[in-house]
């Protein structure tokens, strides 16, 4: 009985460090998740302003459109980067949230085997129930 109650003990602790660990990695995935929205939101706004910059077309002159073209290809560049990072944003924040459903699992098994181990102490602590005896002979007796 009193390595059952130590292995219910030991299941618990187990219990609250897989929870603490899915904590950790709901915080991490929650991070990588905004890092890859703020990273596609830059690409998308890096985008449009290449865009709207490629179609002005106030150049009072050949050295201020040669200018204007530079900015545009160093905005479609930056663009191109920012659209990188974003996809490698998205790689990162779908692991982390592989690893938060495999912190879940592994919690949910720990907790699993500790309602098992404790339905186990409580069904070995009852008293077993003591019925009377039935009566030898009939009922007229």
């Known amino acids: 009985m009193k390595e059952e109650k ?6 618990k602790r187990l219990e609250k460090i897989r929870a603490i660990a899915k904590q950790t990695a709901a915080a991490e995935a929650a991070q990588a ?4 929205t703020q990273l596609r939101a830059l690409s ?3 985008r449009r302003m290449a865009s709207d910059y490629a179609s002005r077309r106030e150049a009072v ?4 459109l040669h200018q204007l073209g530079r900015f545009v290809v ?3 560049a930056l663009s191109r980067t920012t659209d990188g990072d974003a996809l490698r944003a998205q790689s990162i924040a779908d692991a ?9 699992r592994r919690r949910a098994a720990i907790e699993e085997r500790a309602e098992l181990q404790a339905r186990l102490i409580a069904k070995a602590s009852e008293q077993p ?3 009377s005896r039935k009566g030898s002979g009939t009922d007229l007796d």
């Open 129 to 131: 129930v003591l019925t």
């Open 6 to 11: 130590q292995r219910l003990a030991r299941l």
């Open 96 to 104: 982390k949230q592989r690893e938060l459903a495999e912190a879940e």
């Open 61 to 64: 002159d050949g050295a201020a």
């Open 44 to 46: 998308e706004r890096t």
């Open 33 to 36: 998740e905004s890092t890859f």
């Open 74 to 76: 160093g905005l479609q």
